[in-house]
């Protein structure tokens, strides 16, 4: 079975400090893992996703994440956080014969002055 | 670059009531989606579809129906509101294969009373 863990439900920040979201997944196989921000009262839009290779991916706005195997994680991470970065990110599992992304339930993110 | 459009962007039903939500894409993806996104539970999988006229059901399919008559469009049926239901409905496509970037529209917000 597949499935996606976010153990935060929120998480503060000050602006300009260090982020890090944490995603665990439960897959047997190789995985597609996925970031999404969501702005409020918007759709979901791709962060970025790691397929193979380096293990550790660069996305948009300054956001990378680093994919673990051995530790079934792939957390995201941003050296200095912007207040316009609160939003809601969402971690998403693929597999490689999977038909449709599974999604875990989401961190809120807030970014304090 | 393409959108996803969902009407409506609210939804005010009654009890017992059948609902129907409506999304088109422009990116002529041949794949869509329709997710249920519910505070602290993350995006569940009601239906999506491969191809024109194709169904497929997700984790969470009880209570609702689908339908793909053409490629750009998907439309759900919520077949009986509940009453005291909250959610929103998210629309995505993506090309293909579920290991593709989704692109999601801004919702349908659903209240009923």
Redesign the interface.
Same mark, same amino acid.
């Given at each position: 079975a597949q499935s996606v863990t976010q153990p935060d439900a929120r998480v503060t920040v000050s602006e300009g400090a260090s982020l890090q979201l944490r995603c665990k997944y439960s897959y047997s196989g190789t995985p597609y893992l996925f970031w999404y921000v969501q702005y409020p009262r918007q759709g979901l839009q791709l962060l970025l996703k790691y397929y193979s290779g380096d293990p550790v991916v660069q996305g948009v706005n300054g956001f990378e994440a680093e994919f673990s195997k051995s530790n079934s994680s792939f957390h995201l991470r941003k050296a200095s956080v912007h207040w316009s970065d609160s939003a809601v990110y969402f971690c998403a599992l693929s597999s490689n014969s999977g038909t449709y992304q599974r999604f875990g339930t989401g961190t809120k993110l807030q970014v304090v002055p | 670059g393409g959108i996803?459009t969902q009407t409506p962007k609210f939804l005010i039903g009654q009890e017992g009531q059948k609902l129907t939500l409506k999304c088109q894409q422009n990116f002529n993806h041949d794949t869509m /989606?329709w /997710?249920r996104q519910d505070s602290?539970?993350? *995006?569940? *999988?009601i239906y /999506?579809s491969?191809t024109e006229n194709d169904l497929?059901k997700?984790d969470l399919s009880e209570g609702y129906d689908a339908s793909r008559e053409k490629k750009s469009s998907f439309s759900l049926t919520v077949t009986s509101a509940q009453k005291n239901e909250m959610a929103v409905f998210?629309c995505?496509s993506s090309s293909t294969f579920?290991?593709n970037? *989704? /692109?999601?529209?801004?919702?349908t917000r659903l209240s009923v009373l």
């Open positions: - | 996803i /989606y /997710y602290g539970k993350g *995006l569940r *999988l /999506y491969i497929q997700g998210l995505a579920s290991q970037t *989704l /692109y999601f529209g801004a919702g």
